[in-house]
């Protein structure tokens, strides 16, 4: 299984970022997607996962309301859209697929992508 992100970048503060992930090498549509995020000096924490069929969610508190997560199985791909960007957001974020489904523990992820920066600017 490989997990591709993308979509990282620099952006001011209050900006909006997409970012993807997209699966190659397994049936995408039967493992829970994650995103988890990680600042530098910090440890990783979970942002968002979503279910395999899309219809259950679950967020970080301090980012309910500012970023969405979604996927299209036809196109194997998990989505993190992230509105009103803060400077506190800066991190790696990964993209992580799970056969449990929804979940908020890193630990039962099985696979996981390379990572991809994004920076917010004050």
């Known amino acids: 299984v490989q997990l591709q992100a993308s979509g990282g970048g620099l952006v001011q503060a209050g900006g909006s970022l997409t970012l993807s992930c997209k699966m190659s090498g397994q049936t995408f549509s039967i493992y829970g997607m994650g995103w988890f995020r990680q600042a530098p000096g910090k440890e990783r924490e979970f942002v968002a996962t979503?279910?395999?069929?899309?219809?259950?969610?679950a967020y970080l508190d301090s980012i309910k309301g500012r970023f969405t997560i979604s996927r299209d199985n036809a196109k194997n791909t998990v989505y993190l859209q992230m509105n009103r960007l803060k400077p506190e957001d800066t991190a790696t974020y990964y993209c992580a697929a799970n056969l449990a489904g929804l979940s908020m523990d890193g630990s039962l992820y099985d696979y996981w992508g390379q990572g991809t920066l994004v920076t917010v600017s004050s």
């Open positions: 979503i279910s395999q069929s899309g219809s259950r969610t």
